[in-house]
């Protein structure tokens, strides 16, 4: 039997390792985030972090919640190879829990890089998995949410493994958000064929064999628009289009804001429509997507955003439950399984390098030793 499948078959209910260090409001909003959640849903929680500072946000013991202690904290400026070093920090403990079927489950709000890196040296990849893909969840304009991998695992990508964060993306896609028979794009510059780089064409002629329900290429514009339940990139392009859009939203409720607070007569307006702003805010707040999976980790890992508040870590600790009962890296499994192998024959043994943000690049690398 499969390790996720021991898990899940031998721990009732879920049991979610949370990095009680990660994230910039740590760990005050992490541990007020799993306080909401013990209380809401059918989980049990291991808080992985300083027990002492852990302790001091916790008014009382709780039934579902424990603390694992973990001397050391990755800062998020910390470069993934700190995993190395660290090996009693958050990220390593609450992975090795996860390894030793303590958790069903991990979670962290802080340095992706380093939760990827720990992640590969710690369970590394499943079987056929030529390279780990981060995704990013967002709501689209048809009232669904999509998928968007890679956004920053890999920044330069040849078409076989983009084929296959698409056959990824679609597996989770129709375990954990339900979307019967998902349609498949990919980020290009136009939408004909024959757009975009040697990589683009490729990739294109890849999914239209490979994917049933492919809609072609997607445009920046249409990303938004849900023109597709899951669009594939590489790590370059995908990270830029997700931070893009991350700063225009942020950029246009504070453009509203500052309109509706020169005038009496805005403010007046404002508070007619404030059931509108409200539906509209709740649309593009990440709190409400709560995090996603490492597409292609042997094991079930979830980052979230580093800005998380209260209701983020809620969300991430239901989306880390729903991975695992919809059994999303066995499905992930089986259906690399069904498809052609990608002989990837550039694999080193140098680790990763950091990028500015604390995303990784070319992270696959760091492969356990």
């Known amino acids: 039997m499969r390790r996720s499948a021991q898990r899940s078959a031998r721990q009732r209910p879920i049991t979610v390792a949370l990095d009680a260090m990660g994230g910039d409001d740590a760990p005050g909003a992490i541990v007020r985030g799993a306080l ?134 679609r597996a989770y896609v129709e375990r954990v958000l339900r979307h019967r028979n998902p349609s498949v794009g990919l980020l290009n510059v136009g939408e004909e064929e024959g757009k975009g780089t040697s990589l683009h064409q490729e990739t294109y002629r890849l999914l239209e064999r490979q994917e049933l329900n492919f809609v072609g290429n997607i445009e920046g514009n249409q990303l938004i628009a849900g023109a597709a339940d899951v669009i594939v990139a590489d790590g370059f392009t995908g990270n830029v289009a997700v931070k893009l859009t991350e700063g225009l939203a942020e950029q246009l409720f504070g453009e509203l804001k500052r309109s509706i607070e020169s005038s009496v007569i805005h403010m007046a307006g404002a508070w007619l429509m404030r059931g509108a702003f409200q539906g509209l805010r709740a649309h593009w707040d990440y709190a409400k997507v ?39 890296v066995d499905a992930i499994r089986d259906a690399v399984a069904g498809t052609a192998p990608v002989d990837d024959d550039e694999v080193e043994e140098e680790a990763p390098q950091p990028q500015r943000d604390g995303q990784v690049s070319d992270t696959w690398r760091y492969e356990r030793r």
Do not use: C, K, Y
């Open 36 to 169: 909401s959640a013990a209380r809401e849903l059918d989980v049990d929680i291991i808080l992985v972090g300083r027990g002492r500072e852990i302790r001091s946000h916790l008014p009382a013991a709780q039934r579902n919640l424990r603390i694992q202690e973990a001397s050391e904290a990755i800062t998020m400026d910390a470069p993934p190879t700190a995993v190395r070093r660290m090996r009693d920090s958050s990220i390593m403990v609450g992975l090795g829990l996860l390894e030793d079927g303590e958790a069903d489950a991990f979670l962290s709000f802080g340095n992706t890089g380093a939760v990827m890196a720990g992640s590969l040296f710690t369970l590394g990849r499943i079987p056929g998995v030529a390279r780990p893909a981060l995704g990013a969840l967002f709501r689209n304009g048809r009232g669904t949410t999509s998928l968007l991998l890679d956004v920053g695992a890999n920044v330069e990508a040849r078409p076989q493994h983009l084929a296959q964060f698409a056959t990824m993306g």
């Open 290 to 328: 709560g995090s996603a999976p490492l597409f292609g980790i042997d094991g079930a890992v979830l980052v979230g955003h580093g800005r998380a508040n209260v209701e983020a870590v809620t969300s991430g600790i239901r989306s880390a439950r729903s991975v695992v009962e919809a059994g999303v």
